[in-house]
């Protein structure tokens, strides 16, 4: 591959969609960021970047996308790269990689956003030692995607732990839960807008020596203890907009101890300070650099 190829990506988010332009070797030459709004508007300013980007950088090889779901990902289906049925207004049934194949004109592949962010990690940053691992997302909603020897898996089946079912942390049976689909599953409890709801300020005002965190560090600790069981990963990857709250790392290994109580401790699992980590790709943000990659890896195989 040479230097000379250009590549486009976007890493489409429930507040922020990322757009980029990428060289041969994944290195970023052009980007923006656009504020998610109606689908209209949205691919409206999508559009605009990409076309000033062409126009200065030359025709695109392959274009990647890491998009918030949930995502019809089943390559047999007529659906196949539409958004499915959403919360977010206007977005359901949108079709995502049909707009983003009418504007930059390339083949384009498609996956979530937190696969596209375990793919990143896995070739580029906190994973690159290990052959299996789980980035969790936790921001507006609560994501996992994971990554096998730096290819995601899951296909059609993308995993949804997000809105998998945790035992209450103490004391915290009153709040309702906020899922529009479950109420109080782990996303309903724990995501940015559930901190909201639940403490009546914006998670980012909550200082850290609030009692939220504690509980929000057992529900995310409760998700690593399932993910540790059922998928046996090497490594799990925190990262989202509520883990900009730094102390809750260290919070969320020590609840994650005392729930694995001993339990099927292997090699990677038994030294939780490095087995539930933070992102190391920052800027680009691994969801970006990760839709990059699937680009890369399209034109890559064709
Ligand atoms: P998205 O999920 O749309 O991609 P983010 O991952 O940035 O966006 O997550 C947004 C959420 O992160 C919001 O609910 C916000 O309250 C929360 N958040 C942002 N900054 C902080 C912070 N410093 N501490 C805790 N929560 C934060
Ligand atoms: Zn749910």
Redesign the pocket.
């Known amino acids: 591959m040479t230097t000379d190829n250009r590549f486009a990506a976007i890493e489409a988010?429930?507040?922020?969609v990322l757009c980029a332009i990428a060289g041969g070797d994944g290195a970023i030459l052009a980007q923006c960021r656009i504020a998610t709004r109606s689908p209209e508007e949205t691919f409206a300013d999508i559009d605009q970047f990409f076309g000033a980007g062409i126009a200065e950088f030359g025709p695109l090889r392959a274009g990647g996308i890491g998009s918030f779901g949930p995502l019809d990902l089943d390559p047999t289906s007529s659906d196949y790269g539409s958004i499915i049925t959403t919360p977010k207004p206007g977005w359901s049934s949108v079709d995502i990689l049909g707009r983003m194949v009418g504007i930059l004109g390339v083949p384009t592949a498609i996956d979530t956003d937190v696969n596209c962010a375990a793919i990143a990690e896995a070739r580029h940053g906190a994973g690159r030692d290990v052959d299996r691992l789980c980035y969790v997302?936790v921001?507006?909603?609560i994501g996992v995607g994971v990554a096998d020897h730096g290819v995601a898996s899951g296909g059609a089946a993308n995993v949804e732990a997000g809105h998998s079912r945790v035992p209450r942390a103490r004391d915290d049976e009153a709040f309702a839960g906020i899922c529009s689909y479950h109420a109080d599953c782990l996303e309903g409890l724990a995501?940015?807008?559930a901190l909201?709801a639940r403490w009546g300020a914006?998670?980012?005002s909550l200082d850290p020596g609030h009692e939220a965190w504690a509980r929000e560090a057992h529900y995310i600790a409760c998700l690593c203890v399932n993910l540790s069981y059922t998928l046996r990963p090497q490594r799990i990857i925190l990262g989202?907009?509520?883990l900009?709250?730094t102390g809750l790392y260290a919070q969320v290994r020590a609840a994650y101890v005392d729930l694995l109580a001993g339990y099927a401790l292997d090699a990677w699992n038994a030294d939780a300070a490095r087995f539930i980590c933070a992102p190391t790709l920052v800027d680009p943000s691994p969801g970006l650099t990760g839709a990059i990659d699937l680009a890369r890896d399209l034109y890559a195989a064709r």
């Open positions: 988010g429930g507040t922020k997302t921001g507006t909603g995501s940015g807008p909201k914006g998670a980012e989202g907009g509520v900009a709250q």
